[in-house]
């Protein structure tokens, strides 16, 4: 996901859990570690929560309503939304919390999530996203840099919804 | 239904799972419920062409969203999922049918939860979305 308008601020870093074994990774790019995205505030609108059931082919009855949403309807709601001319020619966003890289090539990734609540129709969200570490170890053909961001979901009344760690690969 | 669901769950014990045949048309709205104007999604010559895959690649968090059906169809009610872990290790491509699955991996009768791992599967039998969840089930 990428969050090319958002606002970002950079805080002193927090480096306890970064590593460096390849000397890709400058202190620069090391001090982007606990940069934070400005918070983003999204509707669980029953319109959008029937348009993620169907569309993932979901039978329970309470999502193909719209009633409440589906685990994973919150990777629709904070999805990325620019204009046109911030899309690069393959469709995709810049994410401005990350910085530059110095390897591009995006691998495959995972994804943990904590769940608190869960979503119901016309809850309004709050996000906010992290980037809580970037390291790089060896691989088999060649470097690899890992980074992690954390999105914190909270009702605007500050409840925990849910909270999500991606970590993304680079080659 | 509640307490007779954790009652006799044992490790090993399977998740049935669903088969997916996603076409263009579903690709395309889920694309379109993102808001994802990654063309690799529906793009074929830039797919093949520019980015070397063998098709239009299907989108790797709807991969996710399966396992997230295979877990709460089976509590049918019967609890909530507290935590899922998943990656996308190999893309599956539309024109493939994926399987959905899992199984119970420990049952911790004093939280009255349980660990399950799930997964996806390609058509060769390959495990492409390996994940794990953790659900709670409801007090009696």
Not at chain 1, 107 to 133: H, K, Q
Not at chain 2, 118 to 136: L, R, S
Request: charged share 25%; with cysteine; hydrophobic share 40%.
């Amino acid at each position: 996901m990428s969050t090319a308008q958002q606002q970002v601020t950079s805080p002193e870093p927090d480096r306890k859990n970064s590593e460096s074994t390849g000397g890709l990774l400058s202190d620069d790019l090391l001090a982007c570690i606990g940069r934070t995205s400005a918070p983003r505030t999204e509707i669980a609108s029953r319109r959008e929560i029937r348009k993620y059931s169907i569309a993932t082919g979901w039978k329970k009855k309470e999502y193909l309503n719209g009633d409440e949403a589906p685990p994973l309807f919150h990777l629709a709601l904070f999805w990325d939304m620019v204009e046109l001319d911030k899309l690069t020619p393959d469709g995709v966003s810049i994410d401005e919390l990350l910085p530059k890289f110095p390897l591009e090539k995006a691998m495959a990734g995972g994804l943990s999530i904590d769940y608190f609540r869960p979503i119901m129709a016309e809850d309004v969200l709050v996000a906010t996203r992290t980037l809580t570490n970037i390291y790089e170890k060896s691989g088999s053909q060649g470097p690899i840099i890992f980074y992690e961001v954390i999105m914190r979901v909270e009702t605007a009344a500050g409840e925990l919804v849910l909270t999500e760690k991606t970590t993304r690969l680079l080659r | 239904m509640t307490t007779t669901k954790i009652t006799n769950l044992k490790p090993g014990d399977p998740l049935p799972g669903r088969a997916y045949a996603p076409d263009n048309v579903q690709n395309f709205m889920y694309s379109a419920a993102l808001w994802n104007a990654h063309r690799i999604h529906f793009d074929m010559p830039y797919a093949t062409e520019v980015e070397g895959y063998p098709g239009i690649v299907m989108s790797g968090p709807m991969l996710g969203d399966w396992l997230t059906q295979c877990v709460i169809e089976w509590l049918d009610g019967a609890g909530q999922m507290t935590q899922l872990e998943y990656s996308n290790r190999k893309a599956a491509y539309i024109g493939e049918t994926v399987t959905s699955g899992g199984r119970v991996l420990s049952v911790d009768h004093d939280t009255g939860s349980a660990r399950l791992e799930i997964f996806i599967k390609n058509e060769a039998g390959d495990v492409i979305v390996p994940g794990t969840a953790v659900v709670a089930f409801n007090k009696p």
